[in-house]
């Protein structure tokens, strides 16, 4: 009986977990970036969407990535202390699964708001792209990818770090 009293807590438990991820991301209400120091006020709901989308299959909760995507974007587009580059070596590895992107951005710009005031860039690459593989790794019934599968065997070997080394300016 106290095997039963505790798989049912913890079924329970997995289920009000699930739940709140299902909920999506929650933009900030009437959100504003009219002066340069308004970008730091919301620095910590960046990194929340960063982990929240770290757990969102391509495809899904479409309506809740766009709105969050169209908040980060907005952020980062204005920001003067973080500075996505675009880098086209390592974009064009996800020339197949353009979907990822926003992962790779996510990805880079925690890393990034998680090491102020000076992050690496190549930091920040690895990071971002540590991001896509973990989310293509998790979900690869979606869609194969060779670019991302050479990837992820490169980070299996312990040599992705080197690459993107190789690869960043």
């Known amino acids: 009986m106290k ?7 913890v079924v329970v438990g997995l289920f009000l977990v ?6 999506g991301f929650r933009v900030p209400a009437n959100y504003a ?3 340069k120091d308004s970008y730091h006020k919301y ?16 495809g899904d909760e479409e309506g ?3 709105r969050g995507g169209r908040f980060f974007g907005e952020w980062l587009s204005g920001c003067s202390y973080v500075q996505f580059r675009s880098n086209v070596r390592i974009d064009g590895m996800m020339s197949e699964s353009r979907q990822y992107m926003l992962y790779y951005e996510a990805g880079w710009v925690r890393y990034a708001l998680k090491n102020q005031p000076k992050p690496d860039k190549q930091q920040c690459a690895y990071a971002g792209l540590k991001m896509v593989l973990k989310v293509y790794a998790e979900n690869r019934g979606q869609k194969k990818d060779a670019n991302l599968d050479e990837l992820l065997k490169l980070e299996d070997d312990g040599k992705l770090k080197s690459w993107v080394d190789d690869k960043t300016d």
């Open 18 to 23: 699930n739940s709140t991820f299902a909920q």
């Open 3 to 9: 095997r039963f009293a505790f798989s049912t807590a």
């Open 33 to 35: 970036f009219d002066s």
């Open 43 to 58: 620095d910590k709901d960046i990194i929340r969407f960063a982990n929240w989308l770290e757990k969102v299959a391509p």
């Open 64 to 66: 809740n990535v766009k």
